[in-house]
């Protein structure tokens, strides 16, 4: 009679947690568990970013080696199973990092071609991924930070992002979730956007922003972000949101514990000149900054 240990998926069951009660009970009591659990904890399989089989087995066959010292020989099925879930994993692994990622650091501004010929900006400090291979059949990117869009025609775009998703089929839009705000602005087209809690529609000129769970709506007549000109424009905006652009532009900390981040700003500053950023900001908001070293900027009322 067949062992059940011994079947091919087996191991990959035990390991998701999809054994019965009374089969994990059995199996953690028999001669055969010790040289499972060395399989696993001897690969590290799951940290490794990199799939590289000849190493892996290696450390698999090192493992189950160095156990069997302290016991009997490992049988030698077990290398079989070994090597099974090495291809298992190796081809989890494959399937779970198809996505295409591109990230920018601070000050850093990058443009990007999507699969079918649309174009994404990416503006400092942010993320943006999506699936290739699918792209198809789905235009779906997911964005940390801020990016505009110029989104060619054909089936929906959605950009998903932790604070909603926004939906177009060919249109220009900019998305942003800097500071805590969530802000979508529509230069061209139309733009749905989507959240926890409803659906809103943007036509060109309109924005929308979400602050402490409550939509805000204004107008823009510009054609494109301020930022792809060097510069970070705000109209009514949470003095977070600005201090949060004025850190990704700068890399520089902030320390805004001592000021009412609450307070709203409507202007912009440069990215190519640091203190001629901070005078700006400052000099509408009755507040100043203290260089605290090289790194940290401290905001204070005047």
Not at 16 to 40: D, G, H, M, V, W
Not at 183 to 198: H, L, P, Q, R, Y
Not at 241 to 262: E, R
Request: glycine share 6%; hydrophobic share 40%.
């Amino acid at each position: 009679m067949e062992n059940e240990f011994e079947k091919d998926d087996f191991l990959a069951r035990w390991h998701a947690n999809e054994l019965s009660e009374k089969q994990r009970i059995a199996f953690e009591a028999s001669e055969e568990y010790p040289y499972y659990k060395a399989i696993l904890e001897g690969t590290d399989l799951l940290a490794v970013p990199k799939y590289d089989k000849d190493t892996a087995y290696k450390k698999i066959k090192a493992g189950a080696l160095a156990d069997a010292k302290k016991a009997r020989r490992t049988p030698a099925w077990l290398y079989a199973v070994a090597a099974g879930m090495l291809l298992f994993f190796g081809l989890w692994s494959v399937f779970n990092t198809q996505d295409t990622t591109y990230e920018t650091r601070f000050g850093e501004r990058l443009t990007v071609s999507l699969p079918d010929g649309s174009k994404a900006s990416l503006n400092a400090t942010s993320r943006l991924s999506f699936d290739a291979d699918a792209w198809e059949n789905e235009r779906t990117v997911s964005l940390d930070g801020e990016a505009f869009f110029k989104v060619e025609k054909g089936a929906s775009f959605t950009v998903a992002t932790k604070k909603g998703t926004v939906t177009v089929l060919g249109t220009q839009f900019s998305v942003a979730t800097v500071g805590g705000v969530f802000e979508i602005v529509c230069f061209e087209g139309k733009v749905g956007v989507t959240d926890a809690n409803e659906q809103q529609l943007l036509t060109k000129g309109q924005a929308l922003r979400l602050v402490n769970q409550k939509w805000e709506r204004y107008t823009t007549a510009k054609a494109e972000p301020a930022w792809l000109q060097e510069r970070s424009v705000f109209k009514n905006a949470p003095l977070s949101q600005v201090l949060d652009a004025l850190s990704k532009q700068y890399g520089k900390a902030i320390d805004a514990s001592k000021i009412d981040i609450n307070q709203r700003f409507t202007g912009g500053f440069t990215h190519n000149d640091l203190r001629l950023a901070l005078e700006t900001i400052c000099e509408s908001m009755e507040i100043t900054y203290i260089f605290k070293d090289d790194t940290t900027i401290v905001f204070v009322a005047k």
